[in-house]
Nanobody, 127 residues
Framework: QVQLVESGGGSVEPGGSLRLSCSIS????????IGWLRQVPGKHREGVAS???????YYKDSLEGRFTISRDKVKNTVYLEMNDLNPEDPATYYC?????????????????????WGQGTQVTVSS
């Protein structure tokens, strides 16, 4: 059974950085699209970034340049490096697996198309 477990959240000052980790157990993630999504209380969950083998990662337009998604095949882990964090970034961050067979470009940012989720990790930005 495939499981996703996030870690690395915490509290940072504005301008600070965090690296989130999504550890994938139960199967290799080579054939999966893994996404990072986030949710602020009272708002819809939104796609942050996604990654799959041999493809250029996708990013939410406003985050590209500050956030970087990457993967470590040996550790079966996907990372989200977040830099220059600002007051718009606090949220619960989730990693999730996109359903198979979808067109990644048009699907990755849609939370309803993910079929397996981690428990989430909290990110807070405050001075």
């Amino acid at each position: 059974q495939v499981q996703l477990v996030e870690s690395g959240g915490g509290s940072v000052e504005p301008g600070g950085s965090l690296r989130l980790s999504c550890s994938i157990s139960g199967n290799s993630f080579d054939n999966y699209v893994i996404g990072w999504l986030r949710q602020v209380p009272g708002k819809h969950r939104e796609g942050v970034a996604s990654i799959v083998v041999s493809r250029t990662p996708y990013y939410k337009d406003s985050l590209e340049g500050r956030f970087t998604i990457s993967r470590d095949k040996v550790k079966n882990t996907v990372y989200l490096e977040m830099n220059d964090l600002n007051p718009e970034d606090p949220a619960t961050y989730y990693c999730a697996r996109l359903r198979s067979g979808l067109t990644i470009r048009t699907s990755w940012a849609r939370p309803e198309l993910y079929d397996l989720w981690g428990q989430g990790t909290q990110v807070t930005v405050s001075s």
